[in-house]
């Protein structure tokens, strides 16, 4: 019976996974592509970016299964990361 709850318990966590994928491509998307959002100059994207960071998060964390990998790893792919995206935030800002 374990077996069985681990299975579902992994395949929600999977379906999860997909749909917070799912929900934050098409935001950030909407975002990039609607005439209204794009008044919103670096608001907007700085939510893109933050849309894209949650992407990242849930990728690595899920997929990568850096949840069971030891803990310098998960700092160090999360704080790639979070660099890469303050670099293209910070890019953004300053042109």
Do not use: C, Y
């Not at 929600?12 to 909407?30: E, F, G, P, Q, V």
């Not at 794009?38 to 894209?52: F, H, K």
């Not at 849930?58 to 704080?79: C, K, S, T, Y």
Request: zero cysteines; aromatic letters at 8%.
């Amino acid at each position: 019976m374990p077996l069985r709850n681990e299975h579902a318990n992994a395949t929600r966590r999977i379906h999860l996974a997909w749909a917070i994928l799912i929900i934050t491509t098409l935001s950030s998307w909407w975002l990039a592509e609607d005439p209204a959002a794009l008044r919103l100059g670096l608001v907007s994207t700085g939510i893109v970016l933050a849309l894209s960071a949650l992407k990242g998060v849930v990728i690595a964390l899920d997929f990568m299964e850096l949840l069971q990998a030891p803990r310098l790893w998960r700092r160090a792919v999360l704080g790639w990361l979070a660099t890469v995206l303050l670099i293209i935030f910070l890019t953004r800002f300053i042109s």
